[in-house]
């Protein structure tokens, strides 16, 4: 599998673990060490690090579950060298749309997530 199809791979993952709400589809995809960065109402920087996501996306009723439309898709994939990218993808778990700033890094097990940082519509 060449590196572009890997990475698109591995969003793909990541899509269906926030719709099924699989937590172990999100450890394999985020590395250990990742965290989610938004940034709050009054400006400050919010940090969520992957462990704790995880268990919540675990303890919650998945979109799946709940019958809500899935809707997700690569915007971009933007390459930088051999073992680094960049990916901006849309996705919800409604009443929530998510913008999502995926880092990524090539590493002896593959291609992982290593941040995300995103923006939240509420509709």
Known sequence: MNDLAAIESQLQLYFDGLYEGDGDKI?????EASSLFS????GKLNELPRAQW??????????KEQGLERKDWIVSIDRSGPNTAFAKVHCQ???RYFTDYLTLAKLSDGW??????????MR
Do not use: Q
């Open 27 to 31: 450890e394999k995809v985020f590395h």
């Open 39 to 42: 940034v709050a109402a009054d």
């Open 93 to 95: 778990i409604p009443p």
């Open 112 to 121: 992982r997530i290593v941040s995300k940082t995103f923006h939240t519509d």
């Open 54 to 63: 995880v268990e919540w996306m675990k303890s919650r009723k998945s979109s």
